[in-house]
């Protein structure tokens, strides 16, 4: 029986849990023993979170679902709850994360999950889908969860649906924690169309790394925009209003880095990314 564990019981990793439960035994684990209230459309679960720092198990499958920004303070923990054929997925936003993994048995998912936790209770929007690459081993595990709603999808094109859905986070996770406003805000003209620049600068870089996209990206990513409720936020909205880090160098930080490889004039990415990064300045 394979033993599952997720880390990080947040929006992304309590929902996992929860649709792993159903069918296979599985330990949430968080900084420390809790209970968790998921609110779902089917209704309250309370989902039981065990202590990182104290566990002494290994797992078969572990789901890695904490911040990008918090990836290298829990590999020590991850390291001890791994055996030889433990296979790691790190349910995050942004790319480059998996240079993190060196000795790791990795994969990175592409997560279409929505959710947000306040304090103890973590609410789902919608969406339960994990993009993976498009292997054996994600096709096997697939099969030992099609009994949940997780839908765990192996892409032969996961390259490109990674670089979309950094497409995605670049252009509304920049607009809403610079403006400190909810996804409604790229109703604003001014607002659209510094957005729709930024995209049109992402996908430069991206075409410039190998991922083509064609000219219709910028409308469908904003056409995904106004499905958003109005006063959603973005994780890195919700981060800047708390004041703590944001996944920056795994999102704007990896384009601007890749542009400059690239020889990509982004002049717009440079703006939000020195505004980014002043926020970020000596913040821990
Ligand atoms: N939320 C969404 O709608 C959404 C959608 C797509 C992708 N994502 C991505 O998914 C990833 C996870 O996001 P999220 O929204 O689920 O974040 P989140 O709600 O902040 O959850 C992260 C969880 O990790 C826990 N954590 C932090 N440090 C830990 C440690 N050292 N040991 C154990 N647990 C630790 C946090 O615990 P504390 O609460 O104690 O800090 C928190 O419960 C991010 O990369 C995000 O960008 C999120």
């Not at 078969?60 to 054929?85: E, G, R, W, Y």
């Not at 649906?161 to 607009?175: M, Y």
């Not at 991922?211 to 959603?232: C, E, K």
Request: net charge negative.
């Amino acid at each position: 029986m394979t033993k599952y564990a997720v880390i990080g019981p947040g929006a992304v990793g309590t929902v996992i849990a929860h649709e792993i439960s159903r069918v296979h035994d599985v330990t949430l684990f968080g900084r420390q023993e809790q209970q968790v209230l998921l609110q779902t459309v089917d209704g309250e679960y309370k989902i039981n979170v065990s202590s990182l720092v104290l566990n002494d198990a290994t797992f078969d499958v572990i789901f890695v679902a904490v911040k990008a920004t918090k990836l290298k303070s829990i590999l020590p923990a991850l390291q001890n709850m791994c055996h030889s054929k433990s296979q790691v997925i790190l349910c995050q936003n942004g790319i480059g994360q998996l240079e993190l993994m060196d000795g790791f048995n990795a994969v990175q998912a592409v997560v279409y999950i929505s959710g947000q936790k306040t304090a103890d209770r973590v609410r789902h929007f919608q969406d339960k889908k994990l993009i993976v690459p498009n292997t054996t081993a994600m096709h096997q595990m697939r099969s030992d969860l099609h009994m949940t709603e997780l839908e765990l999808t192996p892409d032969t094109d996961y390259d490109r649906q990674s670089w979309f859905k950094l497409l995605v986070n670049l252009g509304i996770n920049s607009v809403t924690a610079l403006t400190k406003n909810t996804a409604h805000v790229v109703e604003l003209p001014v607002v659209k169309s510094l957005t729709e620049q930024l995209l049109v600068e992402g996908i430069a870089v991206a075409e410039a790394a190998g991922h083509s996209f064609n000219s219709d990206t910028v409308n469908d990513i904003m056409a995904i925009y106004s499905t958003y409720d109005p006063l959603m936020g973005t994780s890195m909205y919700y981060d800047t209003l708390a004041g703590v880090p944001i996944e920056y160098d795994f999102i704007q930080g990896t384009v601007k880095q890749i542009a400059v490889r690239h020889h990509v004039q982004t002049p717009v990415l440079d703006v939000c990314c020195a505004l980014l990064e002043g926020y970020q300045y000596e913040r821990l």
